[in-house]
């Protein structure tokens, strides 16, 4: 059993960064694949970025890259999303996912011009 909770979100300015954590407990977390997804209001759920176990390996979609950065520190059992240069379209409910098995309650970013 895992449990995440994320938080970390907030309302910012085109441009502006956001850093959101996700904390979790239970001996899975440190060994298990984290992501980040998305939901906007009226779509469905986006893949955003997920770290493997040891924090080697990154991955993120097109639309975020090159402006967002995966870590974790398993030590803390946390994993980061940096957000830097946010756009209107990265406004949604970010949600922390172990393994796309376990899930956080979200936290809201919204990016106003």
């Known amino acids: 059993q895992v449990e995440l909770v994320e938080s970390g979100g907030g309302s910012v300015q085109t441009g502006d960064s956001l850093s959101l954590s996700c904390v979790g407990s239970?001996?899975?977390?440190?060994?298990?694949?984290v992501g980040w997804v998305r939901q906007a209001p009226g779509k469905e759920r986006e893949w955003v970025a997920s770290?493997?176990?040891?924090?080697?390996?990154?991955y993120y979609a097109d639309s975020v890259k090159g402006r967002f950065t995966i870590s974790r520190d398993n030590a803390k059992n946390t994993v980061l999303l940096q957000m830097n240069s946010l756009r209107s379209e990265d406004t949604a409910v970010y949600y922390c996912?172990?393994?796309?098995?376990?899930w956080g309650q979200g936290t809201q970013v919204t990016v106003s011009s």
């Open positions: 996912t172990a393994s796309g098995v376990y």
């Open positions: 770290i493997n176990w040891d924090g080697v390996s990154t």
């Open positions: 239970g001996r899975l977390f440190s060994t298990s694949h």
